[in-house]
């Protein structure tokens, strides 16, 4: 693995650690970023904290890294409409900037790109390219 895919992988594992473990010491805030349009927002709140920590921890075992990465990229992808909701409605957030929800997609955008990069294997250029 690459120094920098490492560096990545580390990125990843903290996020989705702290963003699961925050699921539990702070459901009230989760709760509140979910469209009304979604049912059961604690009982998602609470699952998507577990599914986040198990993630995390599967990111660190080589042998399901990318498994729990296409995990971890699906959760993301289905946590995006909490954050299309308060970037359409700053009004109910006033805690938070309006530019910060924007950076806030953008964030999540890298994150995904992150996710895909530091959880795959990499390949050795150098062995590749002096095989014959």
């Known amino acids: 693995m690459f120094r920098w895919q490492f560096v990545g992988l580390g990125l990843v594992f903290l996020w989705f650690m702290i963003g699961g473990i925050s699921h539990f010491t702070s459901p009230e805030f989760f709760v509140n970023i979910m469209p009304p349009y979604v049912g059961w927002h604690l009982e998602i709140v609470y699952i998507s904290g577990i599914l986040e920590i198990l993630g995390a921890l599967g990111i660190l075992v080589p042998?399901?890294?990318q498994w729990?990465?296409?995990?971890?990229?699906?959760?993301?992808?289905?946590?995006?409409?909490?954050?299309?909701?308060?970037?359409?409605?700053?009004?109910l957030f006033p805690d938070v900037s309006e530019t910060a929800l924007s950076v806030r997609l953008f964030v999540q955008v890298l994150l995904l790109i992150c996710i895909g990069w530091s959880t795959r294997p990499s390949i050795d250029l150098g062995k590749t390219v002096g095989a014959n």
Do not use: Q, S, Y
């Open 68 to 91: 729990a990465g296409n995990c971890l990229i699906l959760l993301t992808l289905a946590v995006t409409p909490a954050n299309i909701h308060m970037w359409m409605h700053p009004e």
């Open 63 to 65: 042998t399901t890294r």
